[in-house]
């Protein structure tokens, strides 16, 4: 499974964007599909994933700002990110797990792409 992410840029604080993120390969049975961020310094952290299309999870610190979506047609997850905050900067990595045909579950990661908030 390979992984294109786009969108990062540079946004003032209170500024959208929208990273896009697009599966290509082996696409079987997905499980997940997600975004990771991580900040200079710090660890990978979980900011939104969404199970089968249907249930959204988010970490508390983007609740009511970021948006998942999922188009299953295209194989691509949306990550729209509202109100942009400078402690969102970071690079954004685009997760998919997905359970091969002996069941078992394996995790797919994109290259990453910059998001900066300036304030």
């Known amino acids: 499974v390979q992984l294109q992410a786009s969108g990062g840029g540079l946004v003032q604080a209170g500024g959208s964007l929208r990273l896009s993120c697009a599966a290509s390969?082996?696409?079987?049975?997905?499980?997940?599909m997600g975004w990771y961020r991580q900040a200079p310094g710090k660890q990978r952290e979980l900011v939104a994933f969404?199970?089968?299309?249907?249930?959204?999870n988010y970490a508390d610190s983007v609740k009511g700002r970021f948006t998942i979506s999922r188009d299953h047609v295209k194989n691509t997850v949306h990550l729209q990110m509202n109100n942009l905050r400078p402690e969102d900067t970071g690079v954004y990595y685009c997760?998919?797990?997905?359970?091969?045909?002996?069941?078992?579950?394996?995790?797919?990661w994109g290259q990453g792409t910059q998001v900066t908030v300036s304030s």
């Open positions: 997760n998919v797990n997905q359970r091969d045909y002996s069941g078992v579950y394996h995790d797919y």
């Open positions: 390969g082996s696409i079987r049975s997905i499980n997940t």
């Open positions: 969404i199970v089968k299309g249907e249930n959204l």
